[in-house]
T-cell receptor, first 117, second 111 residues
Framework: GAVVSQHPSRVICKSGTSVKIECRSL??????MFWYRQFPKQSLMLMAT?????????EQGVEKDKFLINHASLTLSTLTVTSAHPEDSSFYIC?????????????FGPGTRLTVL | RKEVEQDPGPFNVPEGATVAFNCTYS??????FFWYRQDCRKEPKLLMS???SGNEDGRFTAQLNRASQYISLLIRDSKLSDSATYLC????????????FGTGTKLQVIP
């Protein structure tokens, strides 16, 4: 199947700092990328949908000024958690969907575990 | 009512057993359906798509019932390695690109 990478896999930072997470589709072009957050023992929660070259669509309750998403190319999307606080500690997972007509399957990155001290 | 609902389990079944999971969705306009598998502290991995005609992949069979708005996953001859959380995923619940995950059903296959 298609491969999606995420970097970094784990990050620990101090409260108030910003953290950037990269999501790359390695062997296909991703017109759409998704960012999810998963708290322990809970389901994945969609944060935002990102289309290459346009602004991301954020889900209700997700602050767009806090979670900055950039999808500058068909293979790269970034999520920046600005001024992170301990409550932002979570497992952040990206997924990518291929070119239109290729089906709605999403392929997930391995996730980034963020711990804010 | 939640957009996508699953029985959280856990389902504890012996090796070799057959187990079935159901997932219901609230929006009749939903377009695509999938089952994903998620191991502890790992990312979800696509298990299979779900089609109206039903589809089978080895020991796994997925079915979609649009009239009753549910999808199912049947696992035959359970293996220890099947132990995981199975996530139901529904597309199109709020527009073309909106995707919703169920909370997952935990399966534990015991020797």
């Amino acid at each position: 199947g298609a491969v999606v990478s995420q970097h970094p896999s784990r990050v620990i930072c101090k409260s108030g700092t910003s953290v950037k997470i990269e999501c790359r589709s390695l062997d296909f072009q991703a017109t759409t990328m998704f960012w999810y957050r998963q708290f322990p023992k809970q389901s994945l929660m969609l944060m935002a949908t990102s289309n290459e070259g346009s602004k991301a669509t954020y889900e209700q309750g997700v602050e767009k000024d806090k979670f900055l998403i950039n999808h500058a190319s068909l293979t790269l999307s970034t999520l920046t958690v600005t001024s992170a606080h301990p409550e932002d500690s979570s497992f952040y997972i990206c997924s990518a969907r291929g070119l239109a007509g290729a089906g709605n399957e999403q392929f997930f990155g391995p996730g980034t575990r963020l711990t804010v001290l | 009512r939640k957009e996508v609902e699953q029985d959280p389990g856990p389902f504890n079944v012996p090796e070799g057993a057959t187990v079935a999971f159901n997932c219901t969705y609230s929006n009749s306009a939903s377009q695509s359906f999938f089952w994903y598998r998620q191991d502890c502290r790992k990312e979800p991995k696509l298990l299979m798509s779900v089609y109206s005609s039903g589809n089978e992949d080895g020991r796994f069979t997925a079915q979609l019932n649009r009239a009753s708005q549910y999808i199912s996953l049947l696992i035959r001859d359970s293996k220890l390695s099947d132990s995981a959380t199975y996530l139901c995923v529904v597309w199109g619940t709020g527009g073309y690109q909106k995707v919703t995950f169920g909370t997952g059903t935990k399966l534990q296959v015991i020797p």
